[in-house]
Nanobody, 124 residues
């Protein structure tokens, strides 16, 4: 069973940056897609970014395109989310997820393991 642990969240001022990390243990997910989702208070969880098993196919939500960057280090079983030019509307709990297949996807149903989530708060 895969365990995913997110780190790197916290409080930052608008315009600042944070880098989230998601470390996987239990089994290698080198060949599987990985994704980041987020859930703001009172809202449904939404897709943020995804990357395929070999890092060649990446998707972003329109709301973060140009500001966020997803990457992975398969040797470390870790996926990252670099978040720049943060806005108050980026405030949410961010979740890392492991895909059930190798291709990158935006749908939650394409992911079969989830981290516990980490809070990101952007102050204005």
């Amino acid at each position: 069973q895969v365990q995913l642990v997110e780190t790197g969240g916290g409080l930052v001022q608008a315009g600042g940056s944070l880098r989230l990390s998601c470390a996987g243990s239990g089994r290698s997910f080198t060949r599987t897609a990985m994704g980041w989702f987020r859930q703001a208070p009172g809202r449904e969880r939404e897709f943020v970014a995804s990357i395929n098993g070999f890092g060649g196919s990446i998707y972003y939500a329109d709301s973060v395109k140009g500001r966020f960057a997803i990457s992975r280090d398969n040797a470390k079983n870790t996926v990252y989310l670099q978040m720049n030019s943060l806005k108050p509307e980026d405030t949410a709990v961010y979740y890392c997820a492991k895909g059930s297949a190798s291709w990158s996807a935006k749908e939650e149903t394409a992911y079969d393991s989830w981290g516990q989530g980490i809070q990101v708060t952007v102050s204005s």
